[in-house]
């Protein structure tokens, strides 16, 4: 088994991203949870369980495909569409919580939407991965980067939204 830092770093990530769910779950289970009438709670635990599992996703792949590229391929493939599911609930939460007097479900159809298209780019691009200096490089084209970029950049951007409203 090849150990790659591309692996450790997403295993590592991970396990604290599956800390921080557990942890988010308790403290709204101590608040009163569901008897509480807010689901929130349970959502934001779900979207960071859920990115924990999509690390996962990526680590495993890492851990146990390096040496087969067209596995790493579906390891991608499959990553991006649970990125996409993920990136919904964090834009729907945003939405809910930042602006509370309009629907949420206008942008969180538009955010799946933009996740099942940069999963299909990268089905159609079809990225050939390989490692270079004990990492992984995932030998993806611009124009699918940018978009992956884009997406991820929603993902991390509503949680980052959300506490920051409740910070202020």
Same mark, same amino acid.
């Given at each position: 088994?090849?150990?790659?830092?591309?692996?450790?770093? &997403?295993?590592?990530?991970?396990?604290?991203?599956?800390?921080?769910?557990?942890? &988010?779950?308790?403290?709204?289970?101590?608040?009163?949870?569901?008897?509480?009438?807010?689901?929130?709670? /349970?959502?934001?635990?779900?979207? &960071?369980?859920?990115?924990?599992?999509?690390?996962?996703?990526?680590?495993?792949?890492?851990?146990?495909?390096? @040496? @087969?590229?067209?596995?790493? $391929?579906?390891?991608?493939?499959?990553?991006?569409?649970?990125?996409?599911?993920?990136?919904?609930?964090?834009?729907?939460?945003? #939405?809910?919580?930042? #602006?509370? @007097?309009?629907?949420?479900?206008?942008?969180?159809?538009?955010?799946?939407?933009?996740? /099942?298209?940069?999963?299909?780019?990268?089905?159609? @691009?079809?990225?050939?991965?390989?490692?270079?200096?004990?990492?992984?490089?995932?030998?993806? =084209?611009?124009?699918? =980067?940018?978009?992956? $970029?884009?997406?991820?950049?929603?993902?991390?951007?509503?949680? &980052?939204? /959300?506490?920051?409203?409740?910070?202020?």
């Amino acid at each position: 088994m090849v150990i790659t830092t591309t692996g450790v770093a &997403f295993t590592l990530s991970a396990l604290g991203l599956a800390v921080c769910g557990f942890w &988010f779950f308790s403290a709204f289970q101590k608040i009163g949870g569901l008897r509480s009438g807010s689901r929130i709670g /349970i959502l934001l635990s779900l979207l &960071f369980l859920g990115t924990a599992f999509q690390h996962g996703i990526l680590a495993a792949g890492s851990w146990f495909f390096v @040496n @087969n590229p067209e596995a790493l $391929y579906a390891t991608l493939v499959i990553n991006n569409f649970v990125l996409a599911i993920i990136t919904t609930l964090g834009v729907y939460l945003a #939405l809910y919580i930042l #602006l509370p @007097n309009f629907s949420p479900w206008p942008g969180t159809i538009t955010a799946f939407l933009y996740g /099942i298209f940069v999963t299909s780019l990268t089905i159609v @691009n079809h990225p050939q991965p390989f490692v270079l200096n004990n990492a992984i490089d995932w030998g993806m =084209r611009y124009q699918t =980067r940018i978009s992956l $970029y884009l997406l991820l950049l929603f993902n991390i951007g509503a949680p &980052f939204l /959300i506490f920051a409203k409740n910070f202020f």
